[in-house]
């Protein structure tokens, strides 16, 4: 599972090209839908940052399916190993958000 995280450094770093490569690779090893929807949240904001708006919107879409699943509303408390997903999700969605909103790279 270190893929993900490369993939997120290097989104920080402004390596975005490099940054798609490698979330792409991550989605086919995701296994779990809390991972499978990190996964398409970074990918949205990698997508947004290469100006591809209609993919990053879809894989916001996705995201927000797979972690639908993976955090159901009314499932009470976490499991001890889900809060850090839970935690980066509830970080991470507003940023995709607006910068797809904003429509600026």
């Given at each position: 599972w270190l893929v993900y995280p490369t993939?997120?450094?290097l989104y920080r770093m402004g390596q975005y090209p490099e940054a798609l490569s490698v979330l792409q690779k991550s989605s086919m090893l995701a296994i779990d839908p809390s991972h499978r929807g990190l996964n398409h949240l970074w990918l949205a904001l990698v997508q947004a940052r290469l100006g591809k708006?209609?993919?990053a919107s879809a894989?916001?879409?996705?995201?927000?399916?797979e972690l639908a699943v993976a955090f159901p509303k009314r499932a009470g408390r976490?499991?001890?190993n889900k809060i850090h997903d839970y935690i980066e999700h509830r970080?991470?969605?507003p940023e995709v958000k607006a910068l797809i909103w904003s429509g600026k790279k």
């Open positions: 993939a997120t450094i708006m209609r993919e894989s916001l879409s996705k995201a927000a399916q976490l499991p001890p970080i991470i969605e």
